[in-house]
Antibody, heavy 119, light 109 residues
Framework: EVRLVESGGGLVQPGGSLRLSCSAS????????MDWVRQAPGKGLEWVSS????????YYTDSVKGRFTISRDNAENSLYLQLDSLRADDTAVYYC????????????WGQGVLVTVSP | SYVLTQAPSVSVAPGKTASITCGGN??????VQWYQQRPGQAPVLVVY???ARPSGIPDRFSGSTSGHTATLTISRVEAGDEADYYC????????????FGGGTKLTVL
């Protein structure tokens, strides 16, 4: 059974930092691209960042470029998202998602972790 | 950047058929996915590659695309189908981007 479990969320002040983690199990982690998708309270889904299987290629949505950093550790079956220079509009539930076999969709999702940016 | 447009809400009586649409420029030329998100839960993939269903998804869920519109059809609607539904495509016109529609709230009357 594929499992994705996020951790590391919480309350942070504007300008602060957080590091989100996603622990994967039930599949060969290094065979799949991985992504972060977020959802602001009461709003829709927004793709945030993607990393290819070996970490060679990394992509970000424009609003987080230069502030967020995605990484992975295939030996630890873990995905990470470093969030720096946080703003109020970064407040959201952050989901870890597995890239599908063709990497242009998400076939499994974690339960999400809440990040709240507030004074 | 590529934009996907969904109606905010759709209502349907139990046992009837619901159609949820997703508009986008030449969306028929892209691979379209649909996700179901029940209240307080993570999204679940229900249709990928326009028409394919992941294992475990009932055949009551079906997808289609034509021209500028993709459609998720849910037949014999049940109370448990009440959820938000999001369409999604991959677009590379300005660099890789995974694009979601704004979501449609399906209400079962």
């Amino acid at each position: 059974e594929v499992r994705l479990v996020e951790s590391g969320g919480g309350l942070v002040q504007p300008g602060g930092s957080l590091r989100l983690s996603c622990s994967a199990s039930g599949f060969t982690f290094s065979d799949y691209a991985m992504d972060w998708v977020r959802q602001a309270p009461g709003k829709g889904l927004e793709w945030v960042s993607s990393i290819t299987r070996s970490g060679t290629y990394i992509y970000y949505t424009d609003s987080v470029k230069g502030r967020f950093t995605i990484s992975r550790d295939n030996a630890e079956n873990s995905l990470y998202l470093q969030l720096d220079s946080l703003r109020a509009d970064d407040t959201a539930v952050y989901y870890c998602a597995r890239g599908g076999p063709k990497e242009y969709y998400f076939d499994y999702w974690g339960q999400g972790v809440l990040v709240t940016v507030s004074p | 950047s590529y934009v996907l447009t969904q109606a905010p809400s759709v209502s349907v009586a139990p046992g009837k058929t619901a159609s949820i649409t997703c508009g986008g420029n030449n969306i028929g030329g892209k691979s379209v996915q649909w996700y179901q998100q029940r209240p307080g839960q993570a999204p679940v993939l229900v249709v990928y590659d326009d028409i394919a269903r992941p294992s475990g998804i009932p055949d009551r869920f079906s997808g289609s695309t034509s021209g500028h519109t993709a459609t998720l059809t849910i037949s014999r609607v049940e109370a448990g189908d009440e959820a938000d539904y999001y369409c999604q495509v991959w677009d590379n016109s300005g660099g890789p981007n995974w694009v979601f529609g704004g979501g449609t709230k399906l209400t079962v009357l």
